[in-house]
């Protein structure tokens, strides 16, 4: 039985004046037979309420509402059982668009024939099955300071925890430093790291199950419902969401033979002078004396190409904390610090500025170029371009090489082969290196030694990591996510941080993991679609076990069975739409996005006979950022062509070939596809959706070839939504494109 439809025009917002809206509702109440079609003068305050009211009163089950854009309402602005679709006739129509025009008429009656089209085609959305079985404890993976934060802030918030620990005591890190930077006003002097009181805090918390000297064997199942066995003993438990917290290990420079690294018995590394600071004596190794001048180097091996190439932010600071140690141990003794460049964010300038004052601390600007041994323990160090204006020569006893930091993850340099060795496949290039490849590819299933979560995921047992290293993570706009849906990275496995900044990163990653078990016990998704309660559905019969969506997915959500069949994990989902994007046999659908919907929407617009000349552009625009800076650019008052019609997409890579065929079908004369961002800095909301659909771009052109249409009729961009004062420049020079090489054949076939 077919559900009762409404539709309801807002005359507000200058949409009254610049379209005839009575035609409007001829369109809906003649051509798709809707059971209500009312104007109301706008979409908020008691108007908002008095269609809520005629919804109740008609017993309406599916209502499209035509004004503001969907961005401008609140997923609670109706009930929850009610299918609600908004046609966007105020941003990208009337506000980017002239009045009373005929073109601009036709712009309307398309979006609400494409919005009454897809409410037909949205079904009802129940949350997954597995949404009543979901488990709200939380893991903690490491005992640091981050992983203890994590565990204690939610105990805190009421919810179990299960903390493991591979080493026999809790600490970490900070167990290991003698006294920590400044962490309370005036902030200019370091302090006891009270990680005693921390660990005694956790030991006696009855929410907190501590497992030390303990690895975890095995995770399976998916968010909610993790399921996690331990080496060893073989102790297992079920979990909702993971923190992993494992933090960090030193980098070991290889080329600073010119420093005296390696040959020279009184230069050492910053962690080995906090192992020194602790012991009780800051002392020449090479014969016990203590040390009265002690040079520190900074970015020893960081921030070089050939070495360490990043920054890991907090070396100064550690310095400046052990040229303390120096002053304490020895008021006659001097410290030096060497620099390009001193960092000290916020607070800790207050510190900076302290040690700059103290007269036994000499700071300054230059290049090391070289330490060499004086005979007698000592050594001279040679400081290039300092700030006198000349180069120095250093007495030292001990020289201190401040090195970088490296995350305890799991190994990206042979992540990243894998993932190089996946894109030659793709290419199809065949040769001698297939097999290479492949043997790449079967390393990446089980990288022994470097294993932390060891997952039971078809894309690997670990999270993926970035370039340097690091667990990835939306740096812009969901720092805690990661490619594995409820597992959150925090402290210094994250990215370079300190024990205070791990405190805050952990008390977040805490918060998103209690985030994620309370939405998915309510069957909805996390970020960037948060709330979503839809969820893939797939037609088995008809897969033919090509792999493509359990390969594309960016959140590992799909394993396969030995076949090739996928084996859908529901709570791993972001509802991105990738695996329906790559699904050649549109066996893949959601209740509410599917191929038939969106295809149904394109055959849904009119497109004009080509004497008409009134061209035809589909548009395709990601609802994270392109689709928004469309809306920003009409809200602004920016003018692109009326003979464009915008359909969102949750992401460019759940866009499927067989739309863009079906456009072409229908007689449009051009797509446009615009994405986010992609690339190692990526911003794609969903990692690797434009990527992917660029990917998929010689699908495309090879059936352009069949259709004998030119290339030039599909453009694919890259957009932010700051780049809205871009949009209508490049829909403009497409129209240019359009017209120099002519309407599309197949119009009116």
Not at 249 to 264: D, E, I, Q, T
Not at 267 to 278: D, G, L
Not at 495 to 512: I, N, Q
Request: proline share 5%; net charge negative.
């Amino acid at each position: 039985m077919a559900s009762k439809i409404g539709v309801y025009i807002c005359t507000g917002y200058g949409i009254g004046e610049a379209l005839n809206v009575d035609e409007l509702c001829e369109v809906a109440t003649d051509e798709y037979k809707v059971d209500v079609c009312k104007t109301v003068p706008s979409c908020e305050g008691e108007d908002l309420e008095g269609i809520k009211k005629d919804i109740a009163e008609q017993g309406l089950e599916k209502v499209v509402l035509a004004g503001p854009s969907p961005r401008f309402y609140s997923p609670k602005t109706f009930p929850e059982n009610l299918i609600v679709e908004y046609v966007n006739l105020r941003e990208q129509v009337v506000w980017c668009q002239p009045p009373s025009d005929e073109d601009t008429q036709m712009m309307a009656a398309d979006y609400l024939r494409m919005g009454i089209v897809k409410v037909q085609k949205t079904n009802p959305v129940e949350p997954f099955p597995e949404s009543k079985d979901i488990n709200k404890t939380i893991l903690v993976v490491g005992g640091g300071i981050a992983g203890m934060t994590a565990a204690l802030e939610s105990a805190a918030a009421g919810y179990d925890v299960v903390l493991v620990e591979k080493s026999p005591q809790l600490g970490g890190w900070m167990a290991k430093l003698k006294k920590s930077t400044p962490r309370t006003a005036p902030y200019d002097s370091i302090e006891d790291t009270g990680i005693e009181e921390k660990i005694k805090q956790v030991q006696q918390n009855e929410r907190i199950k501590v497992f030390t000297s303990a690895q975890i064997e095995s995770i399976n199942g998916g968010p909610g419902v993790f399921d996690v066995k331990l080496k060893g003993d073989g102790d297992t438990f079920r979990v909702g969401a993971i923190v992993q917290a494992t933090g960090w290990k030193p980098y070991r420079p290889a080329n600073l033979g010119h420093l005296g690294f390696g040959s020279l018995p009184n230069v050492i590394t910053n962690v080995e002078m906090e192992e020194m600071a602790k012991s009780g004596s800051i002392a020449r190794r090479s014969d016990g004396k203590k040390a009265k001048n002690v040079v520190f180097i900074q970015c020893a091996g960081s921030r070089d190409k050939n070495e360490l190439s990043y920054c890991s932010s907090i070396c100064c600071l550690n310095s400046l904390k052990q040229a303390a140690y120096v002053r304490e141990q020895d008021p006659d003794a001097k410290a030096y610090i060497v620099y390009e460049n001193m960092r000290t964010p916020g607070q800790y300038e207050y510190f900076y500025k302290k040690m700059q004052q103290d007269p036994g601390v000499f700071l300054t600007k230059g290049s090391v170029a070289g330490v060499k041994p004086n005979g007698d323990g000592s050594m001279e160090v040679e400081i290039k371009n300092s700030l006198l204006g000349e180069d120095i020569l250093v007495d030292a006893d001990l020289v201190v090489l401040a090195t970088g930091m490296l995350p305890n993850a799991a190994d990206g340099e042979k992540i990243r082969a894998v993932k190089d060795a996946r894109s030659f496949l793709a290419s199809d290039q065949g040769g001698p290196q297939v097999e290479e490849m492949k043997k790449k590819i079967a390393m990446w299933e089980s990288h022994e030694g470097t294993e932390i979560l060891n997952l039971n995921y078809r894309q690997g047992p670990d999270l993926p990591t970035l370039q340097y290293n690091y667990p990835d993570s939306h740096f812009i706009c969901f720092p805690y996510e990661t490619r594995r849906t409820g597992i959150y990275a925090a402290g210094a496995v994250r990215a370079p941080m300190d024990g205070l900044g791990s405190v805050e990163d952990a008390t977040g990653a805490a918060f998103k993991a209690i985030q994620c078990v309370e939405m998915l016990s309510r069957g909805e998704t996390v970020l960037p679609r948060a709330g979503d309660r839809s969820y893939p559905e797939f037609f088995l019969q008809r897969c033919t076990q090509c792999k493509r969506c359990t390969e594309e997915c960016p959140f590992g959500t799909l394993n396969e069975d030995v076949k090739g069949t996928p084996l859908p994990n529901p709570t791993r989902c972001r509802r991105c739409g990738i695996c329906l994007g790559a699904c050649p046999e549109r066996i893949i659908s959601f209740k509410n996005y599917s191929v038939d919907q969106v295809a149904s929407m394109i055959k849904a617009i009119n497109v004009p006979d080509e004497f008409e000349e009134k061209p035809r552009v589909l548009v395709l625009a990601c609802e994270n950022d392109a689709y928004p800076a469309f809306d920003i650019a009409g809200q602004k008052g920016l003018k692109y062509s009326s003979f464009v019609r915008i359909i969102p997409v949750r992401c460019l890579g759940s866009v499927n070939v067989i739309w863009i065929n079906e456009a072409f079908a229908k007689g449009f004369d051009g797509v446009m596809l615009f994405g986010c961002k992609y690339g190692d800095d990526y911003q794609c909301h969903f990692i690797r959706g434009s990527e992917l659909m660029n990917t998929r771009g010689e699908n495309v052109r090879e059936k352009l070839k069949t259709m004998a249409l030119e290339n030039e009729r599909v453009e694919l961009h890259q957009v932010q939504i700051s780049d809205w004062h871009k949009l209508p420049g490049l829909v403009n020079d497409f129209m240019e494109v359009i017209e120099s090489v002519g309407m599309n054949p197949f119009k009116g076939m």
